[in-house]
């Protein structure tokens, strides 16, 4: 019961702080992908979900080929260990979340200092640590699959059908971002 008012302060709190503190400059789509420089990805911590994110990550590493990647996940450091990625990693643990998860300020701090131009979400469901990652991290386009709450944090909602799995969700995302 606890939780579920503490999850409902939280997005009270994120509606306040988004609608008044963050303000969103006009931008073009368009430009904005044509000039990326550093995209924000935020993968999913399940395993047998993250293998799937791992192959959406290629796609955009071809897409977006002078980029340099940002990674949040659990399982990134497997990347890191096999040689396969070509960036950095950004660690933010429930430490990093106050008691209505929403980010400490030190963490909002650290994600402005990235200076992303592009963040994904690459969670199928909403996720509270990706969808605040990716709503605090300053970038002009924030892209993510439709799910609750995502018309808070995410600029950029890609609509596909539930049914399909998620690795076709993953290749439309691909197709509205190329």
């Known amino acids: 019961m606890l939780e579920g008012l503490r999850k409902k302060l939280g997005l009270r709190w994120a509606r306040i702080y988004f609608k008044w503190k963050v303000k ?47 990674i949040h996940g659990a399982n990134g450091f497997r990347l890191r260990q096999e040689n396969l990625f070509w960036g950095d990693f950004f660690l933010a643990d429930r430490g990093d979340f106050g008691f209505f998860f929403f980010p400490k300020r030190i963490l909002r701090r650290r994600l402005r200092a990235v200076g992303c131009d592009l963040a994904v979400d690459c969670h199928p ?51 509205y971002l190329g």
């Open 125 to 175: 469901d909403f996720n509270w640590e990706n969808s605040f990652l990716c709503g605090f991290s300053g970038a002009k386009l924030r892209a993510s699959l439709e799910k609750k709450h995502c018309g808070l944090f995410f600029n950029f909602i890609v609509r596909i059908n539930p049914k399909n799995d998620l690795q076709k969700k993953y290749q439309t995302i691909l197709k």
């Open 24 to 70: 969103s400059d006009p931008y073009n789509p368009r430009e904005v992908l044509l000039n990326v420089k550093k995209i924000l990805i935020c993968l999913p911590k399940d395993p047998q979900l993250f293998q799937i994110g791992e192959g959406f990550l290629y796609q955009l590493k071809e897409k977006f080929a002078g980029a340099k990647f940002i």
